[in-house]
C-alpha cells in the first residue's frame, strides 16, 4: 500500500505532540520528512511502472501511424519493416515484414498488445489468443472504417479523447474537399505482373471519388484484383497512376497496343516519384494529403 506524504507525516507527527525534548522532536521531523519523501518517490517510480506496462508490437504501417498519431509512439517496442512513417520508428525493433513476421521475435518482446492487420495476418493473430496475448485485428476497407479505427485505437491505447479529436479533425477536412464538375477518367495500377486495379468499392477506389475523379474500373470481382489489358484500352483512360515501384511512364508507353490510350497520347502517366503510394494504399489520417495529391494530378493541367 502507498500512503500519501501528507498522511504519512501526520503518522510520524502524532505520537510526537506530547514530547518535551525540543531535539527529539526536530529530529522526528526531520526523519518524518525524509519517509515522505521516499513516499513520494516511490509512488513516482510505480507510475512509472504502470506506464512501461503497455508494450505495442504493430505489423501494418497504417497501424503505426495511427498510434503515433495518437501519442502512444513511446509504448511502441516492436514493428515490421513497412512501418517507416513517422521516421523515428526506426529506432524500433524490427519483427520482420508485412507478410513474413517473425513469431518468436514477437514473443521475445513480451507485448501486452499486437496490432495486425487482417487477410494474410489473421492467422499470426489467431495463433497469439491462443498463447494469451491480446491480438487486435485493424483492417479498414473504407474511409468510415479507417475512421471507426482511429477510435477503437484510441480506446485500446487510453487515449480516447485524443482519437475522438483527430476524427472529428478528418471529418471536416473530408467535408470541405472541392467538388469538381469534371472528372477524368483514371486507371489505377495496383501492380504489373500481373496488371491489377482497384474497383470502386474499395478503400482506393473511394479516394479516387473524393479527388473528383472518375475509376474506370467501377465494379470488379474483389477490391483489389487482376485486370484484362485489353479493358484498359477499351476504357481510355485520361490518366494513369502506377502505385508499386520498379515501373516507369516509359514502360506504360511501350506496352502493345497502350499507345492509342489518351493518358499515353497526352503525357499522363503517373509513377510513385509523382504521387506518394503511401497517401492512398494506407488507411491512415495521411489520405486527406493523398486526396489533394490526386486533385493536382486530375484537375491542375501539366
Request: net charge negative; with cysteine; hydrophobic share 40%.
Amino acid at each position: 500500500m502507498i500512503v500519501e506524504p501528507s498522511v504519512g507525516i501526520l503518522l510520524f507527527l502524532k505520537p510526537l505532540c506530547c514530547l518535551k525534548d525540543k531535539r527529539i522532536f526536530f529530529m522526528s521531523w526531520k526523519l518524518a520528512a525524509i519517509v515522505s519523501v521516499l513516499v513520494l518517490l516511490v509512488g513516482c517510480v510505480s507510475s512509472n511502472q504502470k506506464a512501461s506496462e503497455k508494450r505495442y508490437v504493430i505489423t501494418s504501417p497504417e497501424i503505426a501511424e495511427i498510434v503515433c498519431l495518437l501519442e502512444g509512439a513511446e509504448n511502441i517496442v516492436g514493428i515490421t519493416a513497412e512501418c517507416n512513417f513517422p521516421e523515428y520508428l526506426q529506432q524500433k525493433e524490427i519483427v520482420g515484414n508485412f507478410g513474413k513476421v517473425n513469431f518468436e521475435k514477437i514473443i521475445e518482446l513480451n507485448p501486452t498488445v499486437v496490432f495486425t492487420a487482417g487477410l494474410e495476418q489473421n492467422s499470426l493473430a489467431a495463433e497469439l489468443n491462443k498463447l494469451d496475448y491480446h491480438a487486435e485485428r485493424i483492417h479498414s476497407k473504407s474511409v468510415e472504417e479507417m475512421l471507426d479505427s482511429i477510435l477503437k485505437i484510441g480506446k485500446i491505447i487510453d487515449c480516447e479523447k485524443r482519437s475522438i479529436f483527430v476524427v472529428d479533425s478528418l471529418k471536416s477536412e473530408l467535408q470541405n474537399i472541392q467538388n469538381y464538375s469534371y472528372k477524368p477518367r483514371v486507371f489505377m495500377e495496383i501492380y504489373g505482373d500481373p496488371i491489377m486495379s482497384a474497383s470502386d468499392s474499395s478503400f482506393v477506389g473511394q479516394l479516387v471519388a473524393l479527388a473528383g475523379g472518375k475509376n474506370i474500373f467501377e465494379q470488379l470481382p474483389r477490391d483489389y484484383c487482376r485486370i484484362d489489358p485489353e479493358l484498359v484500352i477499351k476504357a481510355n483512360p485520361e490518366i494513369i497512376i502506377l502505385t508499386y515501384p520498379g515501373i516507369s511512364a516509359d514502360d506504360v508507353k511501350n506496352r502493345k497496343g497502350w499507345e492509342v490510350i489518351s493518358a499515353v497520347q497526352n503525357d499522363r502517366i503517373y509513377s510513385i516519384d509523382e504521387v506518394d503510394p503511401d497517401l492512398i494504399l494506407r488507411a491512415s489520417p495521411r489520405i486527406i494529403l493523398g486526396i489533394k495529391e490526386l486533385q493536382k494530378v486530375f484537375h491542375e493541367a501539366k
